[in-house]
């Protein structure tokens, strides 16, 4: 890629943007260094590992490599054999606490975590533990050594420690006994390494020492006395052993570290690539980017795209299409309206997406590859050179046209500006022309009539305009593919105030052509609006059509499971009816067999007893609902895969899965279930089963039941049962009120321990067609009944 079109299309303020987002030196100049790539299978590397840093930064958050310094200097005298000294030891130990804190972050937090493309650059880290962990044990600062480093430098110190108390002893019992009043101040002082004290110069002779200074005005000597020489003497040789021994500490630990030097220049190298990596996903995380998809045939699909270094709040989405069905786009339309914006978004999102970074974009957009990209943008006035506009112009297109191939993509804004209309304007078609017979991908921007009607009359030509709004003056931004944008200078200037006889007098200078197109212009821009609205509308028409069948599928699902759960109840309480029946039946026999009169003998009473018996066994036949039957007797070929059944011995609907075997025998799938059953038991369902309450009011047991909800009370006393009683009695209760449509409806439990209350709250949020509940208000019973809505 050629360093103008980079900068001319602001590719440098991207990876600026991109830089700040790097936090290690290291990482910051691979950012700096990064460009487009030409290459589609490092491109599509480069993409994946900006996708699998985004997503990581959304479960995880991000990962700072600060603290990443260079170190490659360090590692080559380590391997020469030479000793590092504490700061770069220190750096080093830094590097191997981030390589830490990154291996940590590499790893999958649970085993179902699919592995990307990054896992390769993190197993490739080696943390070196023990060797960091002796850095830090060691080295404080860059100038301070631990007293734990080695037992010699602690036995050092303490020496050293000791010996500076016994020479600060001996000079405050001089300070303090006999030579007091020869001293200028009663201080002990330092001049060079050693501790002297500031004697007046008249009494030179009387304290006996070394002079090691003296003051400016000479009133003052600096003595280090007799009785302190050797220990001072005794003390620089200790602080010259604490040198030799941090200096034998040093050169270990280097010892240790160079045993691990490829491991380190691997740590620095991964996770400097890494950086770079992480700061395009943070990129794409500012942008809310996503990852295009790439092809070498030329086609570009941008979808909603937004120009990233414009305010994203008030950045207008644009969509552009080119190299599928046309392969050269002129946008046309009145100044500020967003054409030159339109070329800069396609030229700077096809160098991003070629430098592996994500677009501002929404998903499934497509770019293509390109070996180069020209772009003839901006004001090229050049008062060096002596050059106006239009030479500037036709000088940087002339460079393009000797580079320009098929794998090229070129932009040019205001193409044959600067000079004569009618001569820029052929001159353009002219250029255009070329390029669009090479097969060259190719966007404009234009103000000429005469590109319009180019693009109008030429294959694989496509107009396009930026919209603009005449009552307000103002541009909307949107790119409309297909349409010749208009100039508006009439309507605009009408607006500002111009006189309408000079705009009357301006319209009839027009050429009967001119005037017809313009008018053409406008009926496309009519119609245009107009099949937008329709669109619009359609689209809704449709959205609420998808909500209606979604809202009456809930419906369905919810008048069968109260069908189900209806006949249920009905079948249970009729089976425990006629088994109360028959044992008090029982129980009376027996009774009659033992107290029964004399008269009536015991054969009577038996077959008395067996009457009862065979009345009570028919009334239990008469009670249980027998299965269904099929309305018709189905054959093997009216089955089809995907066929809606209901399957009649479990009374549940599902899909036949497959077709019927010699035996009359398919499986069916019903929800998570897949069952075989025979053709008999299955009855086609032809269309939706909907069960209203008026049908279910004709059978006998669902008469009893809506019957009872018709009258069921609009509140429910629950006081002093136990929370399995209450949820066991609220919950028949509230699907007889939601038969009944009674909402709200009223649940007293009292207040007392707050058990019973909490117990209702914790079942009634499970029920999907409770809409809401609350505490009673004052004067409705306040917290000892709880309101409930239905939905």
């Given at each position: 890629m050629n360093k103008k079109t980079l900068y001319k299309l602001e590719f440098d303020k991207i990876i600026d943007i991109l830089t700040?987002?790097?936090?290690?030196?290291?990482?910051?100049?691979?950012?700096?260094?990064?460009?487009?790539?030409?290459?589609?299978?490092?491109?599509?590397?480069?993409?994946?590992?900006?996708?699998?840093?985004?997503?990581?930064?959304?479960?995880?958050?991000?990962?700072?490599?600060?603290?990443?310094?260079?170190?490659?200097?360090?590692?080559?005298?380590l391997e020469i054999g030479s000793a590092l000294n504490a700061a770069e030891l220190l750096r080093i130990g830094k590097l191997l606490k981030v390589?830490?804190?990154?291996?940590?972050?590499?790893?999958?937090?649970?085993?179902?975590?699919?592995?990307?493309?990054?896992?390769?650059?993190?197993?490739?880290?080696?943390?070196?533990?023990?060797?960091?962990?002796?850095?830090?044990?060691?080295?404080?600062s860059e100038d301070e050594i631990s007293d734990d480093a080695s037992s010699k430098l602690k036995q050092i110190r303490r020496s050293i420690s000791g010996m500076n108390d016994k020479i600060h002893s001996t000079l405050n019992g001089l300070l303090n006994g006999s030579l007091r009043s020869y001293l200028q101040d009663a201080i002990i002082t330092m001049r060079g390494d050693r501790y002297c004290l500031p004697v007046k110069a008249e009494y030179r002779s009387q304290v006996q020492g070394m002079i090691h200074d003296q003051s400016s005005t000479g009133s003052t000597l600096f003595i280090e006395p007799m009785a302190v020489v050797k220990l001072n003497n005794d003390l620089k040789e200790l602080y010259a052993q604490e040198q030799e021994e941090i200096q034998v500490i040093l050169a270990r630990i280097s010892a240790d570290v160079a045993e691990y030097t490829e491991e380190i220049r691997t740590d620095y190298r991964v996770m400097t690539e890494l950086d770079m990596i992480f700061a395009k996903g943070a990129l794409a995380l500012d942008m809310n980017a996503s990852r295009p998809t790439f092809n070498t045939q030329g086609r570009i699909r941008i979808r909603e795209g937004r120009h990233p270094l414009l305010d994203k709040k008030k950045v207008v989405p644009i969509s552009v299409t080119l190299g599928d069905t046309f392969d050269l786009l002129i946008v046309t339309g009145p100044n500020t309206g967003g054409k030159t914006v339109s070329l800069k978004t396609v030229g700077l999102f096809t160098l991003m997406g070629q430098a592996g970074?994500?677009?501002?974009?929404?998903?499934?957009?497509?770019?293509?590859?390109?070996?180069?990209?020209?772009?003839?943008?901006?004001?090229?006035?050049?008062?060096?050179?002596?050059?106006?506009?239009?030479?500037?112009?036709?000088?940087?297109?002339?460079?393009?046209?000797?580079?320009?191939?098929?794998?090229?993509?070129?932009?040019?804004?205001?193409?044959?500006?600067?000079?004569?209309?009618?001569?820029?304007?052929?001159?353009?078609?002219?250029?255009?022309?070329?390029?669009?017979?090479?097969?060259?991908?190719?966007?404009?921007?234009?103000?000429?009539?005469?590109?319009?009607?180019?693009?109008l009359s030429t294959p694989g030509v496509e107009n396009a305009c930026c919209e603009f709004d005449v009552e307000t003056l103002s541009p909307t931004y949107h790119l409309l593919i297909g349409i010749p944008g208009k100039s508006n200078a009439f309507a605009i200037s009408e607006k500002l105030g111009l006189p309408s006889y000079i705009i009357q007098d301006a319209k009839s200078r027009l050429s009967e052509e001119d005037e017809s197109f313009e008018d053409l212009l406008t009926d496309l821009e009519a119609s245009r609006k107009t099949i937008e609205k329709e669109r619009d509308e359609v689209a809704s028409?449709?959205?609420?059509?998808?909500?209606?069948?979604?809202?009456?599928?809930?419906?369905?699902?919810?008048?069968?499971?109260?069908?189900?759960?209806?006949?249920?109840?009905?079948?249970?309480?009729?089976?425990?009816?006629?088994?109360?029946?028959?044992?008090?039946?029982?129980?009376?026999?027996?009774?009659?067999?033992?107290?029964?009169?004399?008269?009536?003998?015991?054969?009577?009473?038996?077959?008395?007893?067996?009457?009862?018996?065979?009345?009570?066994?028919?009334?239990?036949?008469?009670?249980?609902?027998?299965?269904?039957?099929?309305?018709?007797?189905?054959?093997?070929?009216?089955?089809?895969?995907?066929?809606?059944v209901k399957v009649l011995s479990m009374n549940l609907t599902g899909t036949v899965s497959s077709l019927p075997d010699a035996k009359g025998n398919l499986f069916v799938q019903m929800g998570i279930l897949r069952s075989q059953v025979s053709m008999s038991d299955l009855e086609i369902i032809e269309e939706p089963l909907t069960i209203t309450a008026k049908q279910m009011r004709r059978t006998s047991s669902g008469k009893m039941k809506m019957n009872k909800s018709m009258h069921i009370s609009s509140e429910i006393n629950l006081l002093g049962k136990t929370v399995d009683e209450a949820v066991a009695e609220l919950d028949k209760y509230l699907d007889d009120a939601y038969l009944a449509h009674l909402s709200p409806v009223r649940i007293v439990h009292g207040k007392g321990t707050g058990a019973l209350r909490n117990g209702i709250h914790q079942y009634l949020r499970r029920q999907k067609h409770v809409k809401s509940f609350r505490l009673g208000a004052f004067g409705e019973g306040d917290a000892g009944v709880t309101i409930v809505e239905f939905k």
């Open positions: 700040g987002h790097a936090s290690s030196p290291g990482g910051k100049q691979a950012c700096q260094k990064l460009k487009p790539m030409t290459d589609i299978g490092a491109i599509e590397t480069a993409q994946e590992q900006t996708a699998a840093a985004f997503t990581r930064m959304i479960k995880k958050g991000h990962l700072s490599f600060s603290g990443c310094y260079a170190v490659t200097d360090s590692l080559k005298r390589a830490a804190r990154a291996k940590v972050y590499g790893k999958h937090d649970t085993v179902e975590e699919c592995a990307d493309c990054l896992d390769a650059y993190f197993e490739q880290i080696s943390p070196l533990a023990p060797v960091c962990a002796e850095i830090d044990r060691c080295i404080i970074l994500h677009i501002p974009a929404l998903d499934r957009s497509e770019l293509s590859v390109f070996r180069q990209v020209f772009a003839d943008i901006g004001d090229e006035q050049s008062i060096e050179q002596s050059l106006s506009t239009f030479s500037s112009h036709m000088t940087n297109i002339v460079s393009f046209l000797k580079h320009v191939d098929e794998d090229s993509l070129v932009l040019f804004d205001e193409l044959g500006a600067g000079t004569d209309p009618t001569e820029g304007a052929a001159l353009a078609i002219a250029i255009l022309s070329y390029l669009h017979n090479r097969g060259i991908r190719t966007m404009a921007t234009t103000h000429y009539s005469e590109l319009k009607v180019f693009a028409y449709r959205r609420e059509m998808e909500r209606m069948k979604s809202e009456m599928k809930i419906k369905q699902d919810k008048l069968d499971a109260q069908r189900d759960k209806i006949l249920r109840e009905a079948n249970e309480k009729a089976s425990a009816i006629v088994r109360e029946a028959k044992d008090f039946a029982d129980e009376t026999m027996k009774n009659f067999r033992k107290f029964g009169k004399e008269n009536v003998s015991a054969a009577e009473m038996e077959k008395e007893r067996e009457r009862i018996r065979k009345q009570l066994a028919k009334t239990q036949n008469s009670s249980r609902i027998e299965p269904a039957k099929p309305k018709k007797e189905h054959k093997a070929s009216d089955f089809h895969l995907g066929d809606s």
